[in-house]
């Protein structure tokens, strides 16, 4: 018992996302709402969630009004852990008519949180999760965004609650380069520098170049889903090649819950992710 003996609530919470046997996290993104509103399937919020948390994920990534509406679907022992999105992104891709490039180059331009540590812990979260956006048009824009992870991981580790930062290539400096290793590798460092307790970001499209940003890591690295596939192979395959580079498990938002059956990608997933 005594190397736990320094373990803190942010630990303890923390290993509540990871597997006992397999130490990987399959984790769902049910967060979009925020930013994108309703989409197909997901118009019904409180039934889609009830059938992703039936799918068994270790993890459920929601927003904080989800997680007030929706709390009472996580107050069961062995329920999945709810992870609150603090903070948020204008998605112009919700308004029609708008050039794809000027969609694409605001892509992550504009942000601002949402909620305090404190704030979603009370509400019932165990974990929350925050964008570092790198490749802002504006250098000025990436130091706030900075200042904002990094208050947030002192705010969380008073509360007890680990910070995931969901470190992603966006805005007009990287229209093009959204899987970079390097530039990849560096966001989940600063990610990690910053006092990030885990990090959600892009996986590279090969496991060789994704070890790079593995390697870079001190904390625990999970890849995000990206857009949806037509069909399992895909995230499959790319589930593989992240977790034989080192990755921890995975954040899958629309791969799941847009899937023909999300209860059948769930159970896909968890049999790659934790070798059942």
């Known amino acids: 018992m005594e190397r736990f003996a320094s373990l803190t609530g942010s630990d303890v919470r923390l290993g509540r996302l990871f597997d006992r046997q397999s130490g990987r996290s399959f984790i769902t993104a049910f967060d979009h709402g925020v930013t994108g509103g309703p989409k197909g399937a997901s118009a019904d919020a409180l039934g889609l969630l009830a059938r992703i948390i039936d799918g068994n994920p270790d993890g459920i990534l929601i927003s904080p009004g989800m997680m007030k509406q929706a709390g009472s679907l996580f107050a069961f022992r062995g329920a999945p852990v709810p992870i609150v999105r603090a903070d948020w992104i204008f998605n112009y891709e919700v308004f029609p008519g708008l050039p794809a490039k000027l969609q694409a180059t605001d892509q992550g331009e504009h942000y601002d949180v949402l909620c305090t540590p404190a704030e979603a812990a009370a509400l019932g979260a165990e974990a929350i999760t925050m964008f570092l956006i790198v490749g802002h048009r504006e250098g000025r824009a990436f130091t706030d965004n900075v ?103 995975v954040v899958y938002g629309r791969n799941v819950w847009q899937a023909d059956d999300p209860m059948v990608m769930c159970g896909l997933l968890r049999d790659v992710i934790h070798g059942k």
Do not use: C, H
């Open 147 to 249: 200042r904002a992870v990094a208050k947030a991981a002192q705010q969380a580790r008073v509360v007890g609650i680990p910070l995931i930062v969901e470190s992603v290539l966006w805005g007009s400096r990287v229209i093009d380069n959204k899987q970079d290793p390097e530039l990849l590798a560096f966001g989940a460092r600063v990610a990690a520098e910053l006092g990030a307790d885990a990090i959600k970001t892009a996986y590279t499209g090969d496991p060789e170049t994704m070890k790079q940003v593995v390697a870079g890591s001190p904390v625990p690295v999970l890849v995000l889903g990206g857009a949806r596939a037509d069909t399992p192979e895909p995230v499959l395959d790319a589930t593989r090649g992240a977790l034989a580079a080192g990755a921890k498990g």
